[in-house]
């Protein structure tokens, strides 16, 4: 069994605060622990359900979030910024299922823990063919397209609902439950990291509550900027459409253009988004 987790942060457990998503940030590099001792939950699971081969993804902003020196050793890691499948980077067909760790619900989402959709500040909405879509929705019509499932999603209460809401009865687990977007309940890491490795354990032994989310082609993805500056920028790119001033457009059947485009997207955003911080 080949086995892939794709790991953000705003989802792990103990952690509600942007400034620990953030390097340099307070609480950042305890953050990092952390995160790297969800996924490793995730991966002893795996192993222990016998898994040949377990790929772990780092899919959270610069992707060094994880620490390669306390990542389960058995696995392998995919590290670093502009990997071009970001939150997917490294899987293929030849993988039986993926598990998303450390995930969130989409932009806008009541009591959603640090909630939003690819950028925190530059992105108010993301549309797949006309549905909403939050990373969650994203990423599994990506797999699906590869045609591996989804097993497990684990993150905040509203991430799990969302999970559930887009992909039916799948394997969830949540380590906190959001009161605002910057506030929560949490379980204490060590007790949400067992309950990460049950889940996990759970949702392998159990092949029928793997969830294919398959989006019909062609697939159409629509981006509703905070700005007109970052619409007009993103539209640059041929082929894509400019439908409202702060949306962007873009239509194809291979959807690992919708994921690499999102990527490009978000790196201009980043850059003009800036510009406009200092600006005003
Ligand atoms: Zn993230």
Redesign the pocket.
């Given at each position: 069994m080949k086995i892939f987790v794709s790991v953000?942060?705003?989802g792990v457990s103990g952690l509600t605060d942007p400034e620990e998503?953030r390097a340099g940030g307070r609480g950042y590099e305890r953050g990092c622990e952390l995160m790297t001792a969800d996924a490793n939950a995730a991966v002893r699971a795996a192993f222990d359900a016998g898994a040949d081969e377990v790929l772990v993804t780092d899919?959270?902003?610069s992707g060094k979030n994880l620490r390669a020196d306390l990542i389960d050793e058995r696995c392998t890691l995919f590290r670093g910024p502009y990997k071009p499948m970001r939150m997917a980077e490294g899987l293929d067909p030849s993988f039986d299922v993926a598990l998303y760790i450390g995930y969130?619900a989409r932009a806008g989402t009541a009591h959603g823990v640090l909630n939003h959709t690819w950028m925190g500040n530059e992105i108010r909405d993301v549309h797949l063919n006309g549905e909403v879509a939050g990373e969650i929705l994203l990423m599994a019509a990506y797999a699906a397209t590869l045609g591996v499932p989804v097993g497990l999603v684990a993150g905040d209460q509203a991430a799990c609902d969302e999970a559930r809401e887009v992909l039916g009865e799948v394997g969830t687990v949540a380590v906190k439950r959001g009161s605002d977007r910057y506030a929560a309940e949490v379980i204490p890491p060590a007790r949400a990291q067992r309950l990460i490795y049950d889940a996990t354990a759970r949702a392998l032994a159990d092949r029928g509550s793997w969830r294919l989310r398959e989006v019909g082609a062609p697939y159409t993805l629509a981006v509703e900027w905070s700005s007109t500056a970052i619409a007009q920028s993103c539209a640059v790119i041929p082929g894509v459409k400019l439908p409202e001033p702060r949306t962007t457009e873009f239509t194809t059947s291979d959807y690992t253009e919708i994921v690499g485009l999102l990527g490009v997207w978000a790196t201009i955003a980043g850059d003009v988004g800036c510009t406009g911080r200092h600006y005003g």
């Open positions: 953000d942060m705003e998503m899919s959270h902003g969130h």
